[in-house]
């Protein structure tokens, strides 16, 4: 069974950057699609980015899109998304989980699984 670990959050200023990342173990990793969720204090989980097994397919929630880049190396069993121009809004535990279900939508959190531990990104004004 794969589990995924998530590394790379840290306390930043606004404006800054970081890139967080998704190490995998297990054979199977680049079969699955991997999502990023972010769930700040009070407020629902989103779905912020996914990327397909093969990284050629890419998603992006509108509240990050254009700030973020989700990419993947499978020979490291690691996906990856790095966050540029961060804000204060940013700030959340960010997880990676890998798509099990296929629904209408990459953006809900219940076709997804293996869960990660999450790492906590916090931004400062």
């Known amino acids: 069974q794969v589990q995924v670990v998530e590394s790379g959050g840290g306390l930043v200023q606004a404006g800054g950057s970081l890139r967080l990342s998704c190490a995998a173990s297990?054979?199977?990793?680049?079969?699955?699609?991997v999502g990023w969720f972010r769930q700040a204090p009070g407020k629902e989980r989103e779905a912020i980015a996914a990327i397909n097994g093969r990284g050629a397919i890419t998603y992006y929630a509108d509240s990050v899109k254009g700030r973020s880049i989700i990419s993947r190396d499978n020979a490291k069993n690691t996906v990856y998304l790095q966050m540029n121009s961060l804000k204060p809004e940013d700030t959340a535990v960010y997880h990676c989980a890998l798509r099990l279900r296929y629904g209408s939508t990459w953006t809900n959190g219940d076709q997804y699984g293996n869960w990660g531990q999450g790492t906590q990104v916090t931004v400062s004004s």
């Open positions: 297990g054979r199977s990793f680049s079969t699955y699609t």
